[in-house]
């Protein structure tokens, strides 16, 4: 059986902690808050996947802290996952790269991303009552649903290769 963690922070609207949850239940993962966790933690583990909202183009900066922070890793498994205002672009919100950057950099391999609109009412927004409203919304469990179902799929074809 494949352990898995799943480690995020969502703080503005549970955005991402819907998204948590629902690939939680498909990997049969433990669920914990990044400020709930011990780098230790993560040595338990075969599957580790990290989520958060962006903020200022980013994962969270606690979820990147607590990266940079674990000693080094040797080729471990990872996904990543979060929600956000506007999707990722070349020209701006890089979220993905940089996070994925930094997690290259510590050994983790990763064999996953996902990502979907979140509830924003940052700044401003909160004047027009936000974007996305509503989302995550079903299609959106769905589509994160159907990610953690390849995630196992891939999991389990790479351990036949060994
Ligand atoms: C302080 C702050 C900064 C944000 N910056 C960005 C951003 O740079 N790009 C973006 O697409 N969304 C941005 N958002 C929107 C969040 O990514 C979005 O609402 C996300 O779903 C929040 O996730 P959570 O509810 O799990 O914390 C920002 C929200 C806040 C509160």
């Known amino acids: 059986m494949i352990k898995t963690?799943?480690?995020?922070?969502?703080?503005?609207?549970?955005?991402?902690e819907k998204?948590?949850?629902?690939?939680?239940?498909?990997?049969?993962?433990?669920?914990?808050?990044v400020d709930q966790t011990k780098p230790k933690e993560i040595d338990n583990y075969?599957?580790?996947?990290f989520g958060s909202g962006i903020y200022f183009g980013n994962y969270h900066r606690a979820l990147i802290d607590f990266v940079k922070n674990l000693p080094e890793v040797k080729?471990?498994?990872?996904?990543?996952?979060?929600?956000?205002?506007?999707?990722?672009s070349i020209f701006f919100n890089l979220f993905t790269k940089n996070f994925k950057k930094i997690l290259e950099k510590k050994g983790f391999k990763i064999i996953g991303q996902f990502n979907c609109p979140g509830f924003d009412t940052y700044g401003l927004l909160k004047f027009i009552g936000?974007?996305?409203?509503?989302?995550?919304?079903?299609?959106?469990?769905?589509?994160?649903?159907?990610?953690?179902?390849?995630?196992?799929?891939?999991?389990?074809?790479?351990k036949r290769k060994i």
Do not use: W
Request: aromatic letters at 8%; proline letters at 3%; glycine letters at 6%.
């Open 5 to 16: 963690l799943i480690i995020y922070f969502s703080i503005h609207h549970q955005n991402t």
């Open 19 to 33: 998204i948590a949850k629902v690939i939680a239940e498909v990997l049969n993962a433990d669920l914990k808050r």
């Open 130 to 158: 936000g974007i996305n409203k509503g989302r995550p919304n079903e299609k959106d469990m769905e589509l994160a649903k159907k990610f953690a179902y390849n995630l196992k799929e891939q999991i389990i074809i790479d």
């Open 75 to 88: 080729n471990k498994n990872c996904f990543i996952f979060s929600t956000s205002g506007r999707p990722e």
């Open 46 to 49: 075969d599957l580790i996947g």
